[in-house]
């Protein structure tokens, strides 16, 4: 059973930085995609950024040059290293997987999600 939890979410003023980390286990796949996601009170859910196997990343326009995704194969962990935030990236943030990336970090196309870590950004 795939287990996915998130932490490093907290309390930040703008400009400032954070780091959030998922750990994933019970997956036997050999490659996968994983994704960040966040969502805000009374908005959809959107993608944030998401890596493949092969080290490709996306992001979303509005996170590009301020966030940094990656992963530690050997710790089955992903990060999301976020700088500059603005209060505009307060959100629930999710970590997510999927068998394979597609373009558009939908989130349909991801099977396994984590519970959730809540990141605020005060301005």
């Known amino acids: 059973q795939v287990q996915l939890v998130e932490s490093g979410g907290g309390s930040v003023q703008a400009g400032g930085s954070l780091r959030l980390s998922c750990a994933a286990s019970?997956?036997?796949?050999?490659?996968?995609?994983m994704g960040w996601f966040r969502q805000a009170p009374g908005k959809e859910r959107e993608g944030v950024a998401s890596?493949?196997?092969?080290?490709?990343?996306r992001y979303a326009d509005s996170v590009k040059g301020r966030f940094t995704i990656s992963k530690d194969s050997a710790k089955n962990t992903l990060y999301l290293q976020m700088n500059s935030l603005k209060s505009e990236d307060t959100a629930m943030y999710y970590c997510?997987?999927?068998?394979?990336?597609?373009?558009?970090?939908?989130?349909?196309?991801?099977?396994?999600w984590g519970q959730g870590t809540q990141v605020t950004v005060s301005s």
């Open positions: 890596i493949d196997s092969t080290g490709r990343t």
């Open positions: 997510a997987m999927a068998r394979l990336c597609f373009p558009g970090l939908r989130s349909a196309d991801f099977g396994y």
């Open positions: 019970g997956y036997t796949y050999r490659s996968v995609c």
